[in-house]
């Protein structure tokens, strides 16, 4: 299966018969991101948790307590 990165339009191949392949066939409203966006993100996204400023706007106050 052939996927298209959403941020960084990336093409890579999956095997048909990887969970996540299957997700995204079934339900499409889930997109795919490359692992080096995905690994971009969460480092950018645990810096700004650890400058204190980070603020939680959908989740429960439990949760962000986790992530502090």
């Keep these: 299966m052939r996927v298209k990165c959403v941020i960084c339009d990336a093409i890579n191949d999956l095997d048909d018969n990887l969970p996540l392949s299957k997700k995204l066939r079934n339900r499409p409203i889930h997109t795919y991101m490359c692992s ?10 645990e810096e700004r948790i650890a400058t204190g400023k980070f603020r939680f706007y959908r989740d429960s106050p439990k949760t962000t307590e986790d992530y502090l």
């Design 36 to 45: 080096s966006c995905n690994v971009r993100i969460s480092e950018k996204t």
